[in-house]
């Protein structure tokens, strides 16, 4: 009889702790002394993924810093519903300026604290897709080439949702915004458009270009971690499922982003030094309708009658994914 | 404190805002009732003590175990385990091994010499218990636990019923039953054997019992009328097994056929495969699908080398020869085909089914015999007041699990009558099923399998045939356990709040109340992503009432 490892924890590696696991082991969120950076009685809608995904995100970089860290933040959700002065649910030093300016802001603050020998003090940036891949691109770039001390995380939920839900660069194809309604003979977002930021940072030859979601924590916590421990321009972009401008419930915010990631339409991988060195593999292979139907921006895919071609152009993009960052093991690719 | 430049207030926290006012459903912790713990004939908290086995706490886990049934090495090896057919996780890949494990800590516990709590205090009543296979045995150790006097009588030599003189040693080695039979009776039982009564009603008066528990099983083979010739060897499967147990094995020849399609009509036959019978012929009226004995006994017994007639009934049997006849089945009905055909045999075993000797009841006023069993009511209770009875002699499944489960639920009305009290039954939880998990969580894991004895080995010995898990992979079959419908501390609600209004409570303190999280309704807004991600189904999202 083979020797069975014993090395098994009925849910260790997904669930946010256990009381099987080592405490190394667990979560830094399954910790009763965690940061709680983004504190309760924040006014995100109920289900909001991009309050979940900062706490994730913050609270894993406050672990990595011993606290020693500061935020910058851009205008938007993550601002509006956390900060209505004089409250705040921040418990981190933290730092609003504007809507597009926030790499800029970030880049300042940490030549800042160099000038006055304070660099053991990290500044994270964290601004939403619209923040990041559109007005504050420019400055995002210039940062990224100047190789600022600065961990820039985007919050993707995939529409200026705090002003509404219009269309971002970052809005898939076929989504249903307030700026691409879902009318005439093709509706929604058109194909063909829109940015994929985290191939733009490699681009940039930064050191440090991740993709996470909300839905695999330790693996959204461990490259946080991981992108604390260098210098440097580093680039984190989380997906974050927003149940009010998705129109889905807000109790499947992390299933959402779980379809997300299984279906191949958001690859999860990470990338050092230009080259991408590991990929979270999908786990049971979902086709991109599972993901769909779920949510209201995409109900015109289905209603009143199936945009069959639709849903194929959407799945033929995730399986662009698949084979670009090699998301299926081997043996389970379908030929 | 003067704010800095240009600050006109100080900063205040988001505390100010309650949001849990924003709620329209709230979360709960609730407890299910698990499938497994549902079907458990013996009414096992299995979850539990599979909870307690996963953090490799055994001794815990078998105490859990035994608050329920007091013989989990012997039930980790005879039991049908009913709880493993009913277990979610066979829905995701296999069943949990949860007999496997079960018996691991049944002999973890005999190799530990781990022993029962005495009785916190006697109370000064007696109570007989007449028969001692698994339901009298169990109702001995629930009623010795409760700190009633027990007098235990059995008409046979030796204690343990069915599972010493019915079960083959190739299913339960004697040594593990003796074991388990000796931690019994250390809890103070007196103990009479080789004696038979013949009137219960007056044996309860003269004895001066408080309460009696009647489980005297069903000892007596059926018989049916086949015409014979002198000197064919036809005999009943449980006196070949006696007979085999009691080291006596009757000479029964090597072409034996055996008559009947139940567990019995298994150990029959597997047992003559062992005493040197090159053919063992089960002859079955049915098909394989209709048969009473589990798949797994039949399954054994045809790898043995056991034969098998289906469709198949005897008509006589004559100098060496049985004749046989091909039936048809019409739905349930069997209907004779008038096609004959022979088969040499040096002897019939009848294994047609099992009847109680209820003689000791007959001049028992109140107690109701029905069909050959005892009536009971819910309480286990005959119509005679402080007459109980269990096990095979009453209406239901046989099964030694079930009569272990009789013994429980007699025991604790036996002390409620006792006391003066009525029994109130445990409040049922709802069932925790399948669709309430959110399986994603679990790790993939397959089911670990415990070894067997080759086939050569199993054609000349008594010896087990199915081994133990080792220690490594008990505890891996433990951790399989998806923990239907009870918290077991993954963090999941505690992480995945996006308002943090769950509360991680300190381990230790929380334990006694079983609670390890709280939500803080002053925040929660409910939008129930705490529901969704429970792997096992411990939340539900109730409307608030406004
Ligand atoms: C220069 C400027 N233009 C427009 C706005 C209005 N505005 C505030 S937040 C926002 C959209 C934010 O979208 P995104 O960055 O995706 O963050 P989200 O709210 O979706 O998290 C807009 C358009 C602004 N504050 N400043
Ligand atoms: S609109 Fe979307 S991102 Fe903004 S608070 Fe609501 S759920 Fe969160
Ligand atoms: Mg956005």
């Known amino acids: 009889m083979t020797p069975t490892p014993i090395r098994f924890y009925q849910v260790g590696s997904f669930a946010v702790g256990n009381r099987l696991l080592e405490e190394e082991l667990r979560t830094v969120q399954s910790d009763p002394r965690r940061a709680n950076s983004l504190d309760r009685g924040h006014r995100a809608c109920q289900g909001c993924g991009e309050a979940l995904g900062a706490r994730y995100a913050l609270d894993a970089a406050v672990r990595a810093t011993g606290g020693d860290l500061v935020a910058i933040n851009a205008t938007g959700c993550l601002e509006v519903f956390s900060t209505p002065f004089p409250e705040s649910s921040w418990r981190v030093p933290w730092l609003h300026s504007l809507f597009g300016n926030t790499p800029a802001v970030a880049s ?3 030549a800042a604290l160099r000038v006055k020998g304070r660099s053991n003090v990290r500044v994270v940036a964290q601004a939403g897709d619209g923040g990041t891949v559109d007005i504050g691109f420019g400055a995002l770039s210039g940062m990224f080439e100047r190789n600022d001390d600065v961990l820039f995380i985007c919050y993707d939920n995939e529409a200026y949702m705090n002003t509404g839900v219009q269309r971002s660069g970052a809005t898939p194809p076929a989504a ?3 700026t691409t309604e879902a009318v005439g003979p093709e509706p929604g977002n058109p194909f063909g458009q829109g940015k994929d930021l985290p191939r733009i940072a490699l681009a940039h030859g930064i050191g440090y270009v991740a993709t996470a979601t909300v839905a695999d924590l330790h693996d959204l916590e461990a490259k946080v971690i991981k992108a604390m421990a260098r210098h440097g321009a580093r680039y984190l972009h989380v997906l974050v499922p927003c149940p009010l401008g998705w129109g889905s419930q807000s109790r499947d915010t992390i299933r959402l982003a779980r379809l997300a990631a299984e279906s191949g339409l958001f690859p999860v991988f990470e990338a050092e030094d230009g080259i991408v060195t ?10 991109v309708e599972d993901y769909l139907v779920l949510q209201r921006r995409f109900a015109h895919l289905f209603k009143p009658e199936r945009r069959d071609e639709v849903i194929a152009h959407l799945q033929a993009l995730a399986d662009e994914n698949i084979t670009r960052y090699g998301l299926v093991a081997p043996e389970e690719v379908e030929v | 404190m003067q704010p800095p430049y240009a600050i006109t207030l100080d900063v205040g926290s988001s505390r100010a805002n309650k949001t849990g006012a924003w709620r329209v459903e709230r979360p709960v912790y609730v407890d299910r009732l698990p499938p497994c713990n549902d079907a458990c004939p013996a009414g096992e908290n299995i979850q539990r003590w599979l909870y307690h086995a996963e953090a490799g706490d055994y001794e815990a886990a078998w105490r859990q175990l035994v608050d329920d049934n007091p013989l989990p090495a012997i039930m980790g090896r005879i039991c049908y385990h009913p709880c493993e057919s009913a277990c979610n996780r066979a829905e995701l890949d296999e069943a949990v091994g949860i007999n496997a494990v079960e018996r691991f800590l049944g002999d973890h516990a005999i190799a530990r010499g781990w022993r029962f709590d005495p009785p916190p205090a006697e109370t000064g009543r007696r109570v007989l218990v007449v028969g001692s296979g698994p339901s009298g045995l169990s109702a001995a150790y629930h009623l010795r636990r409760r700190g009633h006097a027990v007098t235990l009588v059995d008409q046979a030599e030796e204690l343990g019923g069915m599972m010493r003189y019915g079960i083959p040693a190739y299913r339960l080695p004697r040594d593990v039953l003796d074991d388990e039979i000796e931690r019994i009776l250390a809890l103070g039982v007196e103990v009479v054997t080789g004696r038979r009564i013949d009137d219960l009603a007056a044996e309860k008066e003269a004895g001066a019992y408080d309460a009696v528990y009647l489980a005297v099983g069903a000892q007596i083979g059926r018989r049916t009328e086949i015409p014979a010739g002198d000197s064919a060897r036809i005999l009943d499967a449980l006196s070949l097994l006696h007979q085999v147990a009691a080291g006596d094995p009757p000479l029964l020849g090597r072409r034996v056929a055996v008559y009947g399609g139940g567990n019995t009509a298994m150990d029959a036959a597997r047992t003559l495969r062992r005493l040197g019978a090159t ?16 798949a797994d006994e039949l399954a054994d017994a045809l790898h043995e080398g056991v034969q098998a007639r289906w469709l198949t009934t005897v008509k006589s049997f004559e100098g060496g020869r049985l004749v046989l006849e091909k039936v048809r089945l019409e739905g349930r009905d069997v209907v004779p085909t008038g096609e004959f055909e022979e088969l040499p045999a040096d002897a019939l075993v009848l294994a047609l089914g099992q009847d109680s000797d209820l003689s000791l009841v007959e001049k028992a006023a109140g107690v109701a015999v029905e069909h050959g069993a005892v009536s009971v009511d819910d309480a286990m209770e005959t119509g005679a007041m402080g007459i109980f009875a269990g096990g095979d002699v009453v209406p239901g499944e ?27 039954p445990p409040p049922r939880h709802p069932l925790a099923t399948f669709d309430r998990l959110n ?12 070894p067997e004895l080759e086939t050569a080995r199993r054609r000349s010995t008594f010896d087990e045939v199915v081994g133990p898990l080792r220690e490594d992979n008990a505890l891996f079959e433990a951790r399989r356990c998806l923990s239907c419908g009870n918290c077991f501390e993954c963090d999941n609600c505690y992480g995945v709040c996006p308002d943090n209004a769950v509360d991680k409570l300190d381990l230790a303190a929380s334990a006694a109340a079983g609670r390890h999280y709280a939500f803080d309704y002053d925040y929660c807004k409910g939008c129930g992503i705490c529901v969704a991600e429970c792997p096992c189904g411990a939340i539900d999202l109730v409307p608030e009432v406004i």
């Open chain 2, 439 to 450: 399986t994603w969580y679990y790790t993939d894991a397959d089911r670990q399998r415990r």
């Open chain 1, 278 to 287: 590991s990929v979270r593999k999908i786990r049971h292979k979902v086709p």
């Open chain 1, 108 to 110: 300042g603050v940490a």
């Open chain 1, 176 to 178: 249903r915004t307030a």
């Open chain 2, 279 to 294: 053919d063992a012929v089960v002859v079955y009226r049915r098909t394989p699908k209709e048969m009473p004995a589990h």
């Open chain 2, 398 to 424: 046989r099964t030694a699990t079930v009569a272990v489960g009789h013994a429980k639920h007699a025991a604790r009305a036996i002390d409620a009558f006792l006391r003066g009290e009525t029994l109130a």
